[in-house]
């Protein structure tokens, strides 16, 4: 009871690791055209955001041991909250000039709860679940498309309806989410990780593992594709494609987390069918054709068919990888996760901020921020790429692994 209890907090620490990811871009349109902030400054307030949490990474890996799950999760929602706060908070209160800085300090404290969350709630759910049960960590990243869902919802519908000059509300009433799950990880008895009898594989150990490089390789590349996707996919659509925001974003990233958190929660079920290493292929190289749609279809409604059908492409990459690790390094433990997150952070920072690079400065620049979306084909193309060689380098894995999807 303990377990499941534990297990459904995880669940809703991906949902506010959700909105604290999402919210921001969601306003990115709103930023243009209130406090005049470029193209390549919204990228870079990304970039921030993930940068800062490869740094949040390495010491959440260090300091979950040393201090204790339960005090390093209290402790990122809270920065969750206070994130939300500040992120409604100090454009009010700092002038025009200012408001850039204010946001890009808020990016480093959403970086400080989104980075503990990542790193030490996939490692928890993996232990209180039971070694290499597959349907407890995907079913964990399915929370955080429905997190989405729920965020791109409540945040379109709030500014359609709603005095654009009152937006700084959203934020505060988003605060509930973190703050609530903040409760639940502070009064729910913790399983650790490092209380299991068969301690997790050195750091060390890990990286001089084979198979581990090529693997870990795939979580900047699938960082960089999702990201990417995510944090521009909203503005694109107004700006590149001329949809009004509410119907924009409920067609097109709404649709496309609704069809991500499905595929997610359903993949156990009929895996036997699709075994995962085909389905990851197929996803990634299905990810690069709908970027390169969506920056060179000629029609509108064509270019958010392609940012829609994401939803079934993108679903199973970053989960996908994180799975097959567990697998080939079952004592993998709070070190192979959060080496995983570091290299998924890693390409969440990157990409978006190439796109908003290549996009340049001036946010009416409609051609370039095109051709940001179609540098954004590279990202899934690498993935893919990088998975030949990693099954090409790992054949007896592979089969190992291969037939024990099947017996699932």
């Not at 433990?333 to 990157?350: E, P």
């Not at 009416?364 to 979306?373: K, S």
Request: glycine share 10%; hydrophobic share 50%.
């Amino acid at each position: 009871m303990n377990a499941t209890r534990l297990i459904r907090t995880c669940y809703l620490s991906y949902f506010s690791h959700a909105v604290i990811n999402l919210l921001p871009s969601l306003l990115f349109a709103l930023f243009t055209r209130n406090y005049g902030l470029s193209f390549e400054q919204l990228g870079r307030l990304v970039f921030i955001n993930f940068g800062t949490r490869f740094v949040v990474d390495i010491l959440g890996i260090v300091l979950a041991d040393r201090v204790g799950y339960r005090k390093c999760l209290v402790a990122a929602h809270g920065f969750a909250a206070l994130g939300l706060l500040m992120l409604g908070g100090l454009p009010q209160l700092l002038p025009v000039a200012s408001v850039y800085t204010g946001l890009m300090l808020t990016m480093v404290v959403f970086a400080a709860g989104g980075g503990l969350i990542q790193v030490l709630v996939n490692p928890i759910v993996n232990e209180a679940s039971g070694q290499l049960d597959e349907s407890a960590l995907i079913l964990l990243h399915s929370t955080y498309p429905w997190g989405c869902v729920m965020a791109i919802l409540g945040t379109t519908v709030a500014l359609h309806f709603t005095p654009e000059q009152v937006w700084y509300l959203i934020p505060f009433a988003w605060m509930a989410t973190p703050l609530y799950t903040l409760y639940r990880f502070a009064t729910t008895p913790m399983i650790e990780p490092r209380m299991r009898e068969t301690p997790g594989i050195p750091l060390r150990q890990l990286l001089r593992t084979r198979g581990f490089w090529t693997t870990a390789l795939l979580m900047p590349f699938v960082g960089m594709t999702e990201a990417s996707m995510g944090q521009w996919s909203s503005v694109f659509i107004e700006k590149a494609l001329g949809f009004p925001k509410i119907v924009g974003d409920l067609i097109g990233p709404c649709v496309a987390a609704i069809i991500k958190a499905i595929i997610r929660m359903t993949y156990p079920k009929w895996a036997h069918k699709f075994p995962r290493e085909k389905l990851l292929r197929i996803g990634s190289f299905g990810t690069m054709l709908c970027f390169v749609g969506a920056a060179l279809l000629p029609h509108p409604v064509l270019g958010l068919a392609a940012i829609t059908c994401t939803g079934f492409t993108i679903a199973m990459l970053w989960p996908g990888v994180l799975q097959r690790a567990a697998q080939r390094f079952p004592s993998g433990g709070t070190a192979l996760f959060g080496s995983l997150s570091l290299g998924g952070d890693m390409g969440c920072a990157i990409g978006p901020w190439i796109i908003g690079a290549v996009a340049g400065p001036d946010p009416e620049d409609v051609t370039r921020l095109r051709g940001g979306m179609l540098a954004g084909a590279l990202f899934p193309l690498a993935y893919f790429i990088t998975l030949l060689i990693d099954q090409h380098r790992n054949k007896p894995l592979k089969k190992s692994l291969k037939e024990k999807d099947h017996v699932n």
